[in-house]
């Protein structure tokens, strides 16, 4: 039995820091398999990210701003151009490997139970 396995991006939890609007702090999310025959399993889970300080280029101010570890200056997006494929990325970047073999574990034994 052949298992495809997706994210879906349920929530996204936002904060301001440091007049910076709109950061993401927590991605809520369902791990899903998806069976050859059409049965579906999944898992839930949060990935908080780490805020820690980046200096933002600022001509009168240099000030530092707090932004998660997963964005630089160089790659911060706006909120409101924040898809899934950037959040699904931050994803893949974040939840380590054995939580993602765990997850497949779980959603196997549920779609054979279901078989």
Same mark, same amino acid.
């Given at each position: 039995? =052949?298992?495809?396995?997706? %994210?879906?991006?349920?929530?996204?939890?936002?904060?301001? @820091?440091? #007049?910076?609007? $709109?950061? @993401?702090? !927590? *991605? !809520?999310?369902?791990? *899903?398999?998806?069976?050859?025959? #059409?049965? @579906? =399993? &999944?898992? &839930?889970?949060? *990935?908080?990210?780490?805020?820690?300080?980046?200096?933002?280029?600022?001509?009168?101010?240099?000030?530092?701003?707090?932004?998660? =570890?997963?964005?630089?200056? $160089?790659?911060?997006?706006?909120?409101? &151009?924040?898809?899934?494929?950037? @959040?699904?990325? %931050?994803?893949?970047?974040?939840?380590? &490997?054995?939580?993602?073999?765990?997850?497949?574990?779980?959603?196997?034994?549920?779609?054979?139970?279901?078989?």
């Amino acid at each position: 039995m =052949a298992i495809t396995y997706s %994210w879906k991006i349920r929530t996204l939890n936002r904060t301001t @820091v440091y #007049g910076l609007p $709109d950061i @993401v702090s !927590h *991605v !809520h999310f369902d791990y *899903v398999g998806t069976s050859d025959s #059409g049965k @579906v =399993a &999944q898992c &839930q889970g949060t *990935v908080p990210f780490e805020l820690k300080p980046i200096t933002i280029e600022d001509e009168a101010t240099k000030k530092t701003i707090t932004i998660p =570890a997963v964005f630089n200056k $160089d790659s911060y997006i706006p909120y409101d &151009q924040i898809d899934d494929a950037v @959040v699904i990325s %931050w994803l893949e970047s974040s939840v380590p &490997q054995s939580l993602i073999d765990t997850f497949q574990e779980i959603i196997s034994q549920r779609v054979a139970d279901e078989e």
